[in-house]
């Protein structure tokens, strides 16, 4: 405990004592921006704090001079209205524009901070001699704050191109920071790529020939390692089990994404982008990360959906399994949609105006797709009132089969001759359907025609012995129509005997079995009973009587005369 406590105050000195040291400013100290004159005040101490950082790395070049560097420049877009630029460029443009707005004022006489006004009730003001404005923010985060107007931002180029060819007023250790900007590279970049022939250091979009051509090398070179990733994954899931497999495959956008990011990191932070190039480089990163991302996503909530089916409470309920399965897709692609709109906000597409334009397109969307929609429905209707499951026998109008899936869409019959049949969702909500599957019981109903040679007695027997055969077997008993063997009709030539019962099958099959087991024992009962089946008797007269001709009666006239 005393050796902790020695460190932390051994620490707390340290810390007091850089917080003593001259010339230090702490990177969590927030910028005056509460008047005009504050603003310019600020923007002047942020230079003279980046002089001092800049040179000490050109020095003695190291990532922990870069990184101190790189947090003077990180404060610097809090001087700029950035609000009309996309999130993603805005580190980007504000340097970009400090260093523009830099090489300016090093051209100008200097100009006299209290000629602008400290009265944070002003609206705006602008530097004395120029069209460079500072205007207050009426609204959003940086309400209150005197900032560099977005029409100067806009106009910074302009307004550069204009002084650029004047001479330096004010000696800097540069001719031009924004030019410095453009040639500075962190130290994991060789330092022989500076020297490269003036071809090289051409600017294509706003950065050197050379760095444009290490980025592309990059970023290709990421992408290939990418799709050897997915290839070889894909490979391997053909060997494992569904799940299995499933993992494996998401790792393919981790890595994407790990590659592309790390390919911008390199590219932005130590081959040091710049202008145009950098937005083009820096957006389609990101684009790439953000659809990876919703790749991610969609997949891994298929595969939760999976995992869930998995567990022993959906193990024996399949449609329930089908229904974690589509709400993990639906959720999938909602978080998928999600994500893909986050990004386009990041990459400068409005957010309102997509959701405008959904809104727009809604309905002829909805119209194009009412089918679609329709079959979703359906198959909602049919996960919420379960009229048959999958495994299920079903008679429906135009068939019968077994259920195989219950999609989202459409759900797919397997008939008895084995052809699959697709039915969509909302046609089949609104049929007529008779589930075999879910009877409690089977009826077994049989009547077999007995000869009139049989006596009462033998066909009690029979009865009772049949009885004895059925018990043998699952019975639904109801007390009220209990398992019978009864005589129910007399005919011309056979008696009739009913055989009825409610048996218990666990499947269409079984029930078959059963069947095919009581219909054999009952030809066996007739036979040791002394029993005989009936069969029709058709008599045919191919020569009538000579008596019935001598008597003058006419054989096949419909009135029977005599002679």
Same mark, same amino acid.
């Given at each position: 405990?005393?050796?902790?406590?020695?460190?932390?105050?051994?620490?707390?000195?340290?810390?007091?004592?850089?917080?003593?040291?001259?010339?230090?400013?702490?990177?969590?100290?927030?910028?005056?921006?509460?008047?005009?004159?504050?603003?310019?005040?600020?923007?002047?101490?942020?230079? #003279?704090?980046?002089?001092?950082?800049?040179?000490?790395?050109?020095e003695?070049?190291?990532?922990?001079?870069?990184?101190?560097?790189?947090?003077?420049?990180?404060?610097?877009?809090?001087?700029?209205?950035?609000?009309?630029?996309?999130?993603v460029?805005?580190?980007?443009?504000?340097?970009?524009?400090?260093?523009?707005?830099?090489? %300016?004022?090093?051209?100008l006489?200097e %100009?006299?901070?209290?000629?602008?006004?400290?009265?944070?009730?002003?609206?705006?003001?602008?530097?004395?001699?120029?069209?460079?404005?500072i205007?207050?923010?009426?609204?959003?985060?940086?309400?209150?704050?005197f900032?560099?107007?977005?029409?100067?931002?806009?106009?910074?180029?302009?307004?550069?191109?204009?002084?650029?060819?004047?001479?330096?007023?004010?000696?800097?250790?540069?001719d031009?920071?924004?030019?410095?900007?453009?040639?500075?590279?962190?130290?994991?970049?060789?330092?022989?790529l500076?020297?490269?022939?003036?071809?090289f250091?051409?600017?294509?979009?706003?950065?050197?020939?050379?760095?444009?051509?290490?980025?592309?090398?990059?970023?290709v *070179?990421?992408?290939?390692?990418?799709?050897?990733?997915?290839?070889?994954?894909?490979?391997?899931?053909?060997?494992?089990? &569904?799940?299995?497999?499933?993992?494996?495959r998401?790792?393919?956008?981790?890595?994407?994404?790990?590659?592309?990011?790390?390919?911008?990191?390199? *590219?932005?932070?130590?081959?040091?982008?710049?202008g145009?190039?950098?937005e083009?480089?820096?957006?389609m990163?990101?684009?790439?990360?953000?659809?990876?991302?919703?790749?991610?996503?969609r997949?891994?909530?298929?595969?939760?959906?999976?995992?869930?089916?998995?567990?022993?409470?959906?193990?024996? #309920?399949?449609?329930?399994?089908?229904? *974690?399965?589509?709400?993990?897709?639906?959720?999938?692609?909602?978080?998928?949609?999600?994500?893909?709109?986050?990004?386009?906000?990041?990459?400068?597409?409005?957010?309102?105006?997509?959701?405008?334009g959904?809104?727009?397109?809604?309905?002829?969307?909805?119209?194009?797709?009412?089918?679609?929609?329709?079959?979703?429905?359906?198959?909602?209707?049919?996960?919420?009132?379960? &009229?048959?499951?999958?495994?299920?026998?079903?008679?429906?109008?135009?068939?019968?089969?077994? =259920?195989?899936?219950?999609?989202?869409?459409s759900?797919?019959?397997?008939?008895?001759?084995?052809?699959?049949?697709t039915?969509?969702?909302?046609?089949?909500?609104?049929?007529?359907?008779?589930?075999?599957?879910?009877?409690?019981?089977?009826?077994?109903?049989?009547?077999?025609?007995?000869?009139?040679?049989?006596?009462?007695?033998?066909?009690?027997?029979?009865?009772?012995?049949?009885?004895?055969?059925?018990?043998?077997?699952?019975?639904?008993? #109801?007390?009220? =129509?209990?398992?019978?063997?009864?005589v129910?009709?007399?005919r011309?030539?056979?008696?009739?005997?009913? %055989?009825?019962?409610?048996?218990?099958?666990?499947s269409?099959?079984?029930?078959?079995?059963?069947?095919?087991?009581?219909?054999?024992?009952?030809?066996?009962l007739?036979?040791?009973?002394?029993?005989?089946?009936?069969?029709?008797?058709?008599?045919?007269?191919?020569?009538?009587?000579?008596?019935?001709?001598?008597?003058?009666?006419?054989?096949?006239?419909?009135?029977?005369?005599?002679?």
């Open positions: 405990m005393r050796s902790l406590l020695c460190l932390l105050f051994l620490l707390l000195g340290l810390g007091t004592a850089v917080a003593d040291t001259p010339g230090f400013v702490s990177p969590l100290q927030p910028l005056d921006t509460s008047s005009p004159r504050a603003t310019l005040l600020s923007l002047r101490e942020l230079g #003279d704090q980046l002089d001092t950082a800049y040179a000490a790395y050109l003695h070049p190291s990532l922990r001079l870069q990184r101190q560097v790189n947090d003077v420049l990180g404060r610097i877009d809090r001087l700029f209205d950035l609000s009309e630029t996309a999130p460029a805005r580190q980007e443009i504000g340097v970009a524009s400090f260093g523009m707005l830099k090489d %300016i004022l090093m051209r006489p %100009i006299d901070p209290t000629l602008l006004p400290d009265d944070p009730n002003v609206t705006s003001a602008r530097l004395p001699g120029t069209e460079i404005e205007v207050r923010m009426e609204s959003g985060p940086d309400r209150g704050k900032l560099f107007s977005a029409e100067t931002v806009e106009r910074l180029p302009e307004f550069s191109a204009r002084v650029m060819d004047l001479p330096v007023l004010h000696p800097a250790p540069y031009s920071w924004r030019a410095e900007q453009v040639r500075f590279t962190g130290p994991l970049v060789p330092r022989q500076h020297d490269l022939p003036e071809p250091q051409t600017l294509v979009f706003g950065t050197p020939a050379w760095k444009v051509a290490a980025t592309l090398v990059l970023f *070179a990421a992408l290939a390692l990418a799709t050897l990733w997915a290839t070889a994954c894909l490979r391997a899931a053909e060997r494992l089990a &569904p799940t299995s497999a499933h993992a494996l998401l790792s393919i956008p981790i890595v994407l994404a790990a590659l592309i990011l790390g390919a911008r990191s390199y *590219a932005l932070g130590q081959l040091n982008l710049s145009r190039f950098h083009i480089t820096n957006a990163s990101i684009a790439v990360a953000v659809i990876a991302a919703a790749w991610l996503a997949s891994l909530l298929t595969l939760l959906a999976e995992l869930v089916v998995m567990t022993p409470a959906f193990a024996e #309920d399949r449609l329930d399994s089908h229904l *974690a399965r589509l709400v993990g897709r639906v959720l999938g692609l909602l978080s998928a949609a999600a994500i893909l709109v986050y990004g386009a906000n990041a990459l400068g597409v409005p957010v309102l105006g997509l959701v405008a959904v809104g727009v397109s809604g309905l002829a969307l909805a119209l194009a797709a009412q089918s679609t929609i329709e079959n979703l429905f359906g198959g909602v209707s049919i996960f919420a009132d379960r &009229p048959f499951r999958v495994g299920d026998f079903i008679i429906y109008d135009g068939g019968e089969g077994h =259920v195989e899936s219950i999609g989202p869409r759900t797919r019959i397997r008939a008895a001759d084995g052809m699959q049949i039915v969509p969702n909302a046609e089949l909500a609104k049929m007529q359907v008779t589930n075999k599957t879910c009877r409690d019981a089977t009826l077994f109903r049989h009547v077999i025609s007995l000869d009139y040679g049989a006596t009462e007695a033998q066909i009690a027997a029979f009865a009772a012995r049949m009885l004895a055969e059925i018990a043998r077997y699952p019975l639904d008993v #109801d007390p009220e =129509v209990p398992p019978r063997v009864r129910v009709a007399l011309s030539y056979a008696i009739d005997v009913e %055989i009825q019962a409610d048996l218990l099958a666990r269409e099959d079984d029930f078959y079995r059963m069947q095919e087991e009581l219909l054999l024992a009952a030809m066996a007739v036979n040791s009973s002394g029993l005989a089946f009936a069969h029709p008797v058709q008599t045919i007269l191919t020569d009538a009587p000579a008596a019935i001709r001598e008597a003058g009666i006419s054989v096949g006239n419909p009135e029977i005369t005599k002679g």
